[in-house]
């Protein structure tokens, strides 16, 4: 039987308030393996730590039970402490008093008696418990970052500026992201080309930057500091490297009328086309789809006229696959698709627009070059109504249950330029609530209501009708003088929700990092622990890990960009060492575990059991590469001859937990 | 069957590290409460959960043994939940075989942000046990000494 030392601790009153700490500490004391048990205040302390590490000295510990917090807050604290003292962290358990016993019950009867049983279950686990050693595994100095949105792009700059090796995959021909059809920046409206483009240049000129546009994540192995990453190349038809973006084949291409996605849809497109002039890398693409030569074989027309020879028909997808220590998703956003909101006749009249739509109208390279217009008659429109929250903090079920986050602000934005460019406009913006949190805000939004003289009006639009004059009656409620509001409006403006692009799911699970409700991706904690995944070398920037605005975006990024190096300085990590195991005694080299393995951490090799010279006896057992084994403990159960088993969960372990709980 | 108010059962909770325990701590940040009948052992995953163990707690006198584990598709180990959804389903078909009523047993499935739905869990299942009573069918089995 191990020598094991109990210690309790009172976490101030979080535990002492509802368990009686002395009470378990001596209770425990008289378990016959424990031969040292105490109690004190703040275990985590220094100077608890050091109770624990004298502890172990004087009494010659071979095993610690700390009854504490959740081992998920201290179990690495407290591992080293015992490490620091000669005992091997590994013979450490954590019995959760805090936040699975104290915090929950309010009986201190109660409480007292179920931190026992838990401190019991501990300790027969801690008998168990075999001294392991962590292995180590190299870096790859290399880091991959998903999404090239301002998000990404800052990601990469700050990576590749310590001196790493940074790949963007862009599934878009082009990076720069959302950032690069909005016009102006609140709350300092300044130009968001301006700001962005020169970035989006360094990004292509920086020789540690590789730029993998309209590309797309296919596949990922591998774990912390050595991913391996399957990158699908999509056929552009267009040789990036002879390409100079001359764009030839996008004035002369004869197809004019694809869609627009730069424009939102709003005006068209050729097959061959280049999304934007400042686009990175500034290559054309050959839109498959709508494109001549492929629906039909024949045109072919920007072949001859390419003078560099870039056009290339038979291109195909093709992959390549690269090493990465690090990943940062950086997958960004969308506005929601407003087509299910009947009562805003977005589908029944060109004049109800989004906000990005609206944006793109504003913005000097959009569908109407700047002018503020309408798009059914290219009238300018003198009232326009800008309707707020639409899909966002939605409990009906239709929309988001979240805040947008930057709706107030874009609208005020959007109020403000109205109001600018073209006093003789009404402005109207129905709300919930303005919310402006954050430097400068709310002294923009106050100056779109003073200065400018913005209708802000608390209240939701209750029907929008296209008339037959082609204005939009607007019925609304006030909500402070209760009555109802009849608008006849030229322009209706939806501050539509945004939520995470299409493509985060199936990266997460790729990635095995985990998502919440609204496939945003979850932080390792939502405090302290912002920009990581709780898998490890997986980090998040911008958001598709919550709603935020460029400048928190930004800050994100080098949020990321800096915990990526802190991985990448490395040059080995160590590993978990609670990895399977396989008996090889006991092994028949049956391929259940194999098949169950979600990592391919197992393999077979023929060993030599052979006890005589003249009997040869060559078995073919389970080997677990230890490196790779993530310690899930899938195989440990599917084992038909209980040869595997999972060191730091193994079965005796809990067989005896189960045990002491049912005593 | 004895009727007893004051009978407090014995339940074991086995919560993978990820969501179901993260879960579990949530519930305690939120200070949502739930008897203190309900003891949670850590797995890494729901999948590391033998049938074994849940049997092994009924042997030694547990009244209610409940499984949690990530949401299906949320695995941290990608698929670790859909395997323990399997060989659970596969115990549950023969437990009243072996004498153990079905209803002692459950899997949930809680995220790492669902600390109220752990509490309610907890609270519902408690209920359940406490309805069904004593595990005494099993008490043939237990190692009494």
Redesign the interface.
Known sequence: MRRIGVFVCHCGTNIAGTVDVKAVAETLGKEPAVVFSTDYPYMCSEAGQNIIKEAIKEHKLEGVVVCSCSPRMHEATFRKTVQAAGLNPYLLEVANIREQCSWIHKDKTEGTAKAIVLGRAAIAKVQLNTPLIAGESPVVKRALVIGGGIAGIQTALDIADAGYEVDIVEKQPTIGGKMTQIDKTFPTLDCSSCILTPKMVDCAQNEKITIYSYSEVEAVTGFVGNFSVKIRRKARYVDETKCTGCGVCTEKCPVKNVPNEYNLGMDNRHAAYIPFAQAIPNVAVIDAAHCNKFKTGKCGLCQKLCSAGAINYEQEDTIIEEKYGAIVAATGYNPISVDKYDEFAYSQSKDVVTSLEFERILKADGPTEGHLQRMSDGKQPKTIVFIQCVGSRDTSGCGKEYCSKICCMYTAKHAMYCREKYPDTEVYVFYIDVRTPGKNYDEFYRRAVEQYGVHYIKGMVGKVSPKADGTLHVQASDLISNEQLHISADMVVLAAAIEPDKSARPLATMLTASMDTNDFFTEAHAKLRPVESPTAGVFLSGVCQGPKDIPETVAQAGAAASKVIGLLAKNKLSCNPCVSQSNEAMCNGCSTCANVCPYGAITYEDKDFSRRKDGSMIRRVAVVNEAVCQGCGACTVACPSGAMDLKGFSTSQIMAEVDAICK | MQINNEFKP?I?AFCC???S??G??????N??????DV???????S???????IL??FQ???DGVILCG?HP????????NY?ARR?MTMLFSMLSYLGIEKERTRVEWV???EGAKF?ATMNEFVETITNLGENKRLEDLRCKK
């Open positions: 014995k074991v590290n990820w969501c325990y993260a579990a701590d949530l519930a305690g940040t200070r949502a409460n739930y008897p203190a003891k949670i052992i850590r797995v890494p995953c999948c590391r959960v033998n049938p074994m163990f092994r707690a030694r006198g547990a990530c598709g949320d695995c941290h180990y990608t698929t670790g395997y060989r995220s790492a942000a509490a």
